[in-house]
């Protein structure tokens, strides 16, 4: 019967480490058992879940692993929530995907409980769903769908990203091969799990390898450092916020400490950042505090991992290097035409196996969203000496923001239900810690006033804390164009 290729692997790691934490270790041979179970419990009596959507709130874990698994092997699809998300967020997700069944530890149920009673939608615990049963479990060709991730875009609800298992297998192979992954490996984890970065090129990656993932919780930088300085790790993954505030840590750090640490960091063969540009200058600071050259490479949630500097040769700072193995990348003018040679700036079109099926129940999006079969990441790149350099996004609606991808018109669309706003215009200032940080200018209803604290605590109940306004500025009207569009570039100069 076809196995789970993780599966087939995993049974050969046998009693290795797969996941430590909370100082306990899990070996591969308990993750297959626990997650046979989970498994199990979910069929309670059928024989395949056909894909039904199973949603999860958990940290990174061994029961996170064990849930992703269990519901794979189940035959569904695995909707994983944001620690994170606000109420509403989590709403539009569970009521989006038309999930069936939330499962969550014991410690978040308390949480979820009034939204699953409001929805009608059954909240079972870690302990609940796992069976001691043995049952037979379903054959999962490779194009069965596994896994939707919710991403914004120029649509003001996040849309949910469908990929197959194919498309995971595909984004996970291609980066072992890349990068070296090895059965000896070790990476902390401390990204969330409701995102590729963590769930593919850290988490996954790792289980495909027979490596270790150690799960810290949250990022903490002390915590961090002080595993790095005990060299518990080979490779290393963060987004640029994450490096900009070790360097903050770094700096602090007395100069005993500040060797230890460096030599945690240099008995490393690999460490990586993505998921927002690495200004140059980040990265040239990194290799001067602790001997690494960091690895950039370029990705995003439809296609995984696309654009990959080399683990062997130059890594170039500010540039994202070449093709990774499996993917096809061009370039296209604003015409459309095929950019053939370098120095021409394009926008970055993808195709290949990890390229993902479609966003789910919208069709007419994800039409819209491929020409020629070639998925349209809305990215501009140029090729320089044989390497891309991203140069920015088409859209201006498109914030990234401590490596998190905000919808400004999502920001603007919850705005502008408060009371006082009458109209509000979102956009993204660039910020020297977190890449960007949303600025909001607002224009109040006649005699009603708006102060900065008092909106953060608003939004607070309705958005995660990334997409709260950082900066407000109040205004007796937005720029408009002569159409009465708001113009969005008109607004960032005013933030400058
Ligand atoms: C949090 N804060 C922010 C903020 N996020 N302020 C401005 N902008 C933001 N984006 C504020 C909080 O309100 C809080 O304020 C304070 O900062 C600390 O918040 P925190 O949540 O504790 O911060 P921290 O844990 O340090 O988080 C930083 C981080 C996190 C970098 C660890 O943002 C993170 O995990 N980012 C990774 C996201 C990710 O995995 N993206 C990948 C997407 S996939 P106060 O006032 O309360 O102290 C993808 C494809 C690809 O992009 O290519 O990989
Ligand atoms: P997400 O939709 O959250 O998966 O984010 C994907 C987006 O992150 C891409 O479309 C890019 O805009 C951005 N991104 C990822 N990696 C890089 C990088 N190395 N440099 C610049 N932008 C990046």
Wanted: hydrophobic share 40%; with cysteine; net charge negative.
């Amino acid at each position: 019967m076809p196995e789970l290729e993780f599966v087939r692997r995993a049974q050969s790691f046998g009693t290795r480490v797969a996941v430590t934490a909370e100082g306990h270790d899990h070996s591969y041979d308990s993750l297959l058992s626990v997650s046979e179970g989970i498994a199990a419990g979910l069929l309670d009596g059928s024989t395949d879940l056909d894909e039904e959507r199973v949603a999860f709130l958990f940290a990174a874990s061994f029961e996170y692993a064990a849930v992703q698994w269990g519901i794979w092997r189940a035959g569904g699809i695995a909707v994983p929530l944001s620690l994170f998300a606000a109420d509403p967020e989590l709403e539009h997700v569970i009521t989006d995907a038309q999930v069936d069944r939330i499962i969550a530890p014991e410690d978040l149920l308390e949480k979820l409980r009034p939204l699953c009673d409001r929805l009608s939608k059954p909240l079972l615990s870690f302990s609940q769903i796992s069976s001691q049963e043995s049952v037979p479990l379903p054959e999962l060709e490779d194009g069965r769908r596994a896994m939707i991730l919710y991403t914004s875009g120029t649509t003001s609800k996040p849309k949910g990203v469908v990929s197959t298992h194919a498309n995971i297998q595909a984004q996970i192979t291609a980066l072992v091969e890349a990068w070296g992954w090895r059965s000896e490996d070790s990476i902390p984890l401390f990204l969330p799990l409701h995102h590729v970065h963590g769930i593919v090129n850290v988490q996954s990656c790792a289980l495909w390898s027979g490596a270790k993932v150690d799960c810290l919780g949250s990022f903490d930088a002390e915590a961090v450092l002080e595993r790095v300085a005990d060299k518990q790790y080979s490779v290393f993954m963060g987004v640029p916020t994450i490096y900009v505030k070790l360097i903050r840590s770094l700096e602090a750090a007395d100069e005993k400490d500040r060797a230890r640490y460096r030599d945690g960091f240099a008995h490393m063969r690999l460490m990586v950042s993505g998921s927002a540009a690495l200004p140059a200058s980040v990265h040239e600071q990194w290799t001067h505090l602790t001997g690494q050259k960091l690895l950039e490479r370029y990705g995003m949630t439809e296609i995984g991992m696309a654009i990959s500097n080399p683990l062997q040769g130059e890594r170039r700072p500010g540039a994202v290097g070449m093709a990774l193995p499996g993917v096809t990348v061009r370039l296209t003018s604003e015409a459309g035409d095929v950019i053939e040679g370098e120095n021409e700036p394009g926008e970055i079109q993808v195709r290949g196996p990890a390229v993902f099926s479609e966003y789910w129940n919208k069709p007419d999006v994800t039409q819209a969203s491929f020409v020629g079969g070639w998925f349209r990441t809305g990215d501009m790149a140029v090729l320089e000496d044989g390497y891309y350099r991203i140069m920015g996004r088409l859209s201006v609606d498109i914030i990234k923001s401590g490596g998190y991808k905000l919808s400004a018109l999502e920001i603007e669309a919850t705005l502008l239900t408060h009371p006082a706003i009458r109209e509000c215009a979102v956009v993204g200032v660039p910020d020297d810690t977190w890449g960007e940080s949303v600025a909001v200018a607002v224009v109040a209803h006649d005699g009603e006033r708006i102060e900065l604290p008092a909106l953060k605590e608003w939004a607070t109940e309705r958005m995660s804390a990334y997409k709260i306004p950082k900066t407000l500025l109040l205004l007796d009207d937005l720029p408009k164009n002569a159409m009465g569009k708001v113009t969005k570039p008109a607004i960032q100069d005013l933030f400058d």
